[in-house]
């Protein structure tokens, strides 16, 4: 295989003008020879490489073209929902203020009462307290 390959590189004749030898032998030429099947396969190669990247690029662009038509509809239902949501959120808010609102006006009250009650039970041991001093003034006469 090593002696076939370096045999075919081996030049026959020197290049160079005709001598009375005979016709010198074209190198290029014979190379060029040798590699364009090689080179015709490759054409073929190269093509169905160029195909297949153009391929991938219009896959690519209709996976982006997809992605942002997706995108643009995921904006739009979010910007649709949005007032709703926020509504929710604010119903939301004013159910917990009035429910926190609803706690202190109930503890209000129950304290309210307890004053009332306190207030009930010292005005009547104040109104006790006066009545007695009246009385023991009268008594005194002072």
Avoid at 87 to 115: K, P
């Amino acid at each position: 295989m090593l002696t076939e390959l370096l045999r075919r590189l081996r030049q026959g004749e020197v290049p160079g003008a005709p001598t009375a030898g005979g016709v010198p032998r074209d190198a290029a030429a014979a190379l060029e020879a040798e590699l364009d099947p090689v080179f015709a396969r490759l054409a073929d190669t190269e093509r169905a490489a160029d195909e297949s990247g153009a391929d991938g690029r219009r896959r690519v662009e209709r996976v982006r073209a997809e992605a942002a038509e997706r995108a643009r509809t995921l904006i739009a239902d979010a910007r649709a929902r949005a007032p709703g949501e926020q509504n929710a959120a604010a119903a939301s808010r004013r159910a917990r203020a009035d429910a926190a609102i609803e706690v202190v006006r109930r503890d209000a009250a129950a304290e309210a009462a307890r004053i009332e009650d306190v207030a009930a039970v010292r005005v009547a041991q104040l109104i006790a307290d006066l009545v007695q001093r009246v009385l023991a003034n009268r008594v005194t006469g002072a």
